[in-house]
Nanobody, 123 residues
């Protein structure tokens, strides 16, 4: 079992930045792929970014060049640095542990999920 706790969400003006953290406990995530997803009100959960065990990364097109996913295995933590935030980035952000070690985008490829952290970018 893995427990995930996200933090770092909040409200920020358009163009601003936030850094989300996802702290894992229960077992090491060092050989697991990790991902960030988000869900806006009235919409389905969507993939945002993923990082493989060896730090290959994969992003959805809408966040490329603005968001950066990274991991610190010594802290059992994954991060999502979000810059140039837009109102359409408003959502609850979730981190998840993949069944594989790769950077994967399908939500059905993830076994464990955090409770989410709210990010709001007012228009």
């Amino acid at each position: 079992q893995v427990q995930l706790v996200e933090s770092g969400g909040g409200s920020v003006q358009a163009g601003g930045s936030l850094r989300l953290s996802c702290a894992a406990s229960g077992r090491s995530i060092s050989i697991s792929g990790m991902g960030w997803f988000r869900q806006a009100p009235g919409k389905e959960r969507e993939f945002v970014a993923a990082v493989s065990w060896n730090e290959n990364t994969y992003y959805t097109d809408s966040v490329k060049g603005r968001f950066t996913i990274s991991r610190d295995n010594s802290q059992n933590t994954v991060y999502l640095q979000m810059n140039s935030l837009k109102p359409e980035d408003t959502a609850v952000y979730y981190c998840a542990v993949a069944r594989s070690s790769g950077a994967v985008a399908g939500s059905n490829e993830y076994d464990y999920w955090g409770q989410g952290t709210q990010v709001t970018v007012p228009s």
